[in-house]
């Protein structure tokens, strides 16, 4: 039963890798830079949250809204100050850019919150599911995650397929000059990709934060590292991908600490991770890039 | 032949001349900064810090190596700089008391520079083969997985020889005279102080000797012309592959070798994410792109002034590193938008107008 | 025996039959022109002659040795160089350099005594530069040794990709497009570079070309693709009438 507690622990983690790798993955496939920034706004909305469910007293679903709408104006705002510039210089610029405004992040949420940790308390306050007994406990937060994550996933497929704006979002991915002479507002479409995955990451923080109650300025880092690696993982620009990624990538974290080793979890992911890049160099659902001679 | 010899000639002069400069700043600045503590115009803090320049100096100029030279982002110099370190404070340590320190101090860099190297190599094989975005988050993941390893070692000596686990203290199973030399998360304690701004500075002039001779070599050509242009390099006879596991690996013994300047600097070396995790890779990359990618002076202006932009603001405190990430933003837009570059060559050809005129055709 | 002689070569990329049974014979010292509309599979071509594909079938003499499935810089080696369509050259890097790339593996000294600068490579470097400098001067390169490659003038960045291509020491230089986005003026000049080159080392040339001018000023021999198969083969004038090559071209 232990190993199917797991398991489920570790679809949840994943669950939530699989939400800020949605926003790393879109982002990189239409504006073709790592927003190494993404983690912090996941902090940012974190933050959000706790001061006005727990601070102010709003109804937590409320403050969700509240969060998501705050992380998509900020996304925006950091796309327009500090990458628009940038449009066109080497990705190495936009790169060193994107870790500054993730410094910037974190120190903005020293300055305001404090370096000290924030009991963070659960949104989801619906009851566990108990199963065989009551040996095996599903937490409700869990369940809540699995089921989020899925619905993005599935509404952002949707979205990006049907509606104009996404198939905008596809064009402007694959080639940014004709999308251009064909009418498409490149800009427009680039802050509107930042809007969305920036909201994802305002949901996935909340999330993070009902599974793992502790807030600090850092708490975006790793995840966010890990994420961008369920994003690789899966083959960055496919959205199924970063799904399956950060699944995978949260369900063997959790194994690995459960059977071999917690200091080594890490160490197991990021391994995992290279073998399936030798293998295969797009990633598991990344689309091969032919160089013409 | 007199077009011929004119040109050679001004050509070689010019980058001896560029070259010159380079090491001339380092010794300059090395005097300069020695009669200022000389003359105790130099707070004991910046004391302190003037080993971690060195290290710092060191690993930016070993990271330009691969990202301007080799063309390749690196995220994992933290991960070799973690390896010199460790190989050659265990070294230290177990020879502690077994030879004089200058040659013990001589054997742990090469120690550490050769461990360095060796995964460097290995970790280059198979993460050279990918390309750019991928490339990066590879060389991120080994520099996390080597810093992973190293805090669950643990390794020890005693007469019946070398143990190592990677459980616990008591699974070494050490006699009585048994010594511990690396402690799992706790590290590696009593390393002996061998390091010092004078040991620093003639590290940075050896690094400088090898990458700048390098670059200017045969081999340093090859590795550009893949830089430039992977296709054609290959067309005209280059071994890609050769060429850049030659480039990478050197740089990571480099990195190494700041390493080991790091890790005789401390009388404890653990492997936190602070000094050898991704975060530390990044810093070192922020100073090779902002003193300009490729440029190998560029690189030491940067790691200097970065690592001392954030004591100068010391004063202000709670506000230093929001500062420190403002003036990195506001910089990299300045340095780099097209915009900006658009603006700065008109300025040039408005206000400089004698200089070789660059042909701009499509 | 011809210098260069493929057999049935062919290749495919999906369902698509980009090159198909493609014969050739090259004398030595010839100057061979390889035309076609758009899409023929001429550039395909030069990428199974050079390794940069792996052809399905057929064989790649180069002076009666088998070419076909090797790598880029063995097929370098055994004498075969090229220029490309889209000029691809170490913009980086000095005119000088760039040449001295190119006669990396004639003038070889290691890593190590490149580093500590030992004599070897103050002698090799002497004698590389004089010989990268003898090639800029057969080009009309020699006063912008120092410039950096992407700041020649076009019409010079084309020379200096068949510059560098020569410094290898091919038995075979492939030509993509020479006179690509060339004024008249710089083809005519190309036309007597191209033209010097092959008198000059007795090099034989296969080249890709679009301009009808320069095919027919300077290539003896011609072979015309079309939807990756030899539509005629033979000498110039002869092929440059035939009916079926003028459908081809100018549609029926």
């Not at chain 1, 800020?20 to 190494?36: C, H, P, Q, R, S």
């Not at chain 2, 990618?293 to 790691?303: C, D, L, T, V, W």
Request: proline share 3%; aromatic share 8%; net charge positive.
């Amino acid at each position: 039963m232990s190993f199917v507690a797991h398991l489920i622990n570790g679809i949840s983690l994943g669950s939530v890798y699989a939400l800020i790798a949605l926003g790393y993955t879109m982002v990189y496939g239409i504006a073709k830079m790592l927003n190494f920034a993404h983690g912090d706004v996941i902090m940012i909305g974190g933050y959000v949250v706790f001061v006005t469910a727990s601070g102010l007293g709003i109804n937590p679903l409320a403050a969700i809204i509240v969060s998501m709408a705050a992380c998509t104006v900020l996304g925006v705002t950091i796309e327009r100050v500090a990458y628009r510039p940038l449009r066109g210089a080497s990705p190495l610029a936009v790169l060193i850019t994107a870790i500054g405004v993730s410094y910037l992040l974190q120190n903005v949420a020293l300055l305001v919150f404090g370096s000290d940790t924030k009991a963070f308390s659960n949104v989801v306050t619906l009851q566990n599911l108990e199963l065989f007994d009551g040996q095996l406990i599903i937490k409700s937060v869990t369940i809540v995650t699995v089921i989020v994550s899925i619905i993005i996933m599935v509404g952002l497929t949707f979205f990006v397929k049907k509606t104009k704006i996404g198939r905008a979002m596809t064009a402007v991915s694959e080639d940014q000059g004709a999308a251009q002479l064909m009418g498409i507002n490149v800009n427009g479409t680039i802050a509107v990709t930042f809007a969305i995955g920036s909201s994802l990451a305002a949901v996935a923080g909340v999330l993070l934060c009902s599974a793992y109650p502790s807030l600090t300025p850092y708490t975006g880092s790793m995840p966010g590292i890990k994420a961008f690696v369920a994003a690789v993982f899966g083959g960055i620009g496919s959205i199924p991908g970063a799904f399956i990624g950060g699944i995978l990538l949260g369900v063997i974290e959790n194994l690995s600490k459960a059977y071999i080793s917690s200091q080594l979890a890490d160490a197991i992911v990021f391994s995992i991770l290279i073998i399936v890049l030798l293998v295969k160099p797009t990633g598991l659902l990344g689309k091969k890039a032919l160089e013409k001679v | 032949m007199d077009m011929e010899m004119k040109v050679n000639k001004s050509k070689l002069s010019k980058t001896t001349k560029n070259d010159l400069i380079t090491y001339g700043m380092v010794i300059l600045t090395y005097i300069v900064v020695q009669l200022l503590v000389s003359t105790g115009h130099v707070s004991s803090l910046i004391q302190g810090l003037l080993v971690p320049f060195c290290t710092y100096v060191i690993v930016a100029v070993a990271l330009n190596l691969t990202v301007g030279i080799l063309g390749e982002l690196s995220l994992g110099h933290a991960g070799f700089m973690c390896v010199g370190a460790f190989a050659s404070a265990v070294f230290s340590l177990a020879f502690k008391d077994a030879m004089p320190s200058g040659l013990r101090f001589f054997l742990a860099l090469l120690i550490g520079a050769a461990a360095a190297a060796l995964v460097g190599f290995l970790v280059g094989i198979p993460v050279l083969r990918l390309r750019g975005d991928y490339l990066a988050i590879v060389t991120l993941a080994f520099g996390e997985i080597i810093k992973n390893i190293i805090n669950v070692l643990y390794l020890g000596v005693d007469s019946r020889g070398v143990h190592f686990s990677m459980k616990d203290a008591i699974s070494l199973h050490l006699e009585e005279d048994g010594v511990m030399l690396i402690k799992g998360a706790q590290g590696v304690t009593g390393t002996p102080n061998d390091s010092n701004f004078t040991v620093g500075v003639i590290l940075i002039l050896v690094t400088l000797f090898i990458v700048l001779n390098f670059i200017h070599s045969r081999t340093g050509r090859a590795v550009m012309s893949i830089r430039d242009n992977r296709i054609a390099a290959e067309s005209v006879g280059i071994n890609v592959t050769k060429y850049k596991l030659i480039a990478f690996t050197v740089s990571a013994s480099l990195a190494g070798v700041a390493g080991v300047l790091y890790a005789h600097n401390l009388s404890t070396l653990n492997a936190l994410p602070k000094n050898f995790g991704y975060n530390m890779s990044i810093m070192i990359l922020v100073f090779v792109v902002l003193g300009g990618i490729g440029n190998i002076r560029g690189s030491i202006i940067a790691a200097v002034l970065l690592t001392l932009l954030p004591e100068v603001l010391r004063g202000l405190s709670d506000y230093r590193m929001l500062i420190y990430s403002i003036v990195l933003i506001a910089m990299m837009i300045f340095n780099w938008s097209p915009n900006a570059v658009f603006l700065r060559k008109r300025l040039r050809q408005k206000f400089l107008p004698g200089r070789k005129v660059e042909k701009e055709e499509a | 025996m011809a210098l260069l002689e493929t057999k049935k070569l062919g290749i495919s990329f999906g369902g698509l039959r980009a090159v198909n049974a493609f014969d050739i014979s090259v004398e030595k010292g010839q100057l061979y022109g390889l035309i076609g509309p758009n899409g023929a599979g001429k550039t395909t071509i030069f990428n199974l002659l050079t390794g940069v594909y792996t052809p399905d079938e057929g064989a790649i003499l180069l002076d009666g040795v088998n070419l076909a499935g090797k790598r880029t810089i063995d097929i370098c080696k055994a004498g075969i160089a090229r220029t490309f369509q889209n000029i691809r050259l170490f913009h980086d890097m000095s005119v000088l350099d760039n040449v001295k790339v190119g006669l990396h593996n004639h003038y070889p000294y290691s890593t190590f005594e490149g580093i500590l600068r030992l004599p070897r490579y103050h002698k090799v470097e002497k004698e590389m530069n004089a010989r990268a400098m003898e090639i800029l001067e057969v080009f009309g390169l020699e006063g912008y040794a120092d410039y950096k490659a992407e700041n020649l003038p076009y019409g010079q960045q084309r020379k200096l990709e068949i510059a560098r291509a020569m410094a290898t020491n091919p038995k075979l230089l492939l030509l993509d497009e020479p006179a690509a986005g060339m004024n008249p003026n710089e083809t005519k000049e190309l036309m007597e570079t191209i033209r010097f080159v092959r008198d000059r080392f007795e090099m034989t040339i296969l080249l890709i070309e679009h301009d009808m001018k320069l095919v027919a000023g300077i290539c003896e021999k011609l072979t015309v693709l079309n939807f990756g198969e030899v539509l005629a083969q033979g000498e110039t004038q002869e092929v440059l009438n035939n009916p079926d090559v003028i459908t081809a071209y100018l549609g029926s």
